[in-house]
């Protein structure tokens, strides 16, 4: 099982003993998922937590108009879940998919809950991580509002720099609230500066 990406993974935050790997290898599935798949759809409700294997999905809403805005993205040894649906067991307004054939690791929430109970060091480590999600969130929010687009692009280079070549400019330009155009321009200006 492809668990032993996610320990190393857990282990880069806080050592875990022989025990708690194996108990954590019980609760997890891996899942196999095509390109496009959703492992999310806005109005269902978020009981499942996911570490990406291998591929890339993106987390989006859809406005009144249909137009789509991506949030976030995850790739290998991410995390990817509605944190908000999942904690409340409220409809989720958003929606997962996967931008290209990947696996995950699924736990279901009451799984992680009982895990966070046995292992109290993942209660921590889960806690640290959504710490940080949560400063990403802040600082991408405060880019939109005070940020060029060629600063947000920028940022998004730091925050994302291993998905830059491997997701299509609509889907950056997504993100950055910009017109796939305006992204190639900024490109452009920044290959010949």
Known sequence: MKVSALCFHLESFI??????KELIEKKFSIIPVKRKQKLLTAGEICKDYFFVVSGCFRMFGVDDKGFEHN???AAENDWIADIGSFYSQKTSQLNIEALEVSQVLRIHQQDLFELFTTIPKLNRIFKVMIE????ELQNRVLQNFSSTAEQRYLAFLEQYPHLKNRLPNTQIASYLGITPEFLSKIRKDLRDS
């Open 15 to 20: 050592p875990l003993n022989k025990e708690e």
């Open 71 to 73: 949030i976030q993205f």
């Open 132 to 135: 940080h999600k949560y400063i």
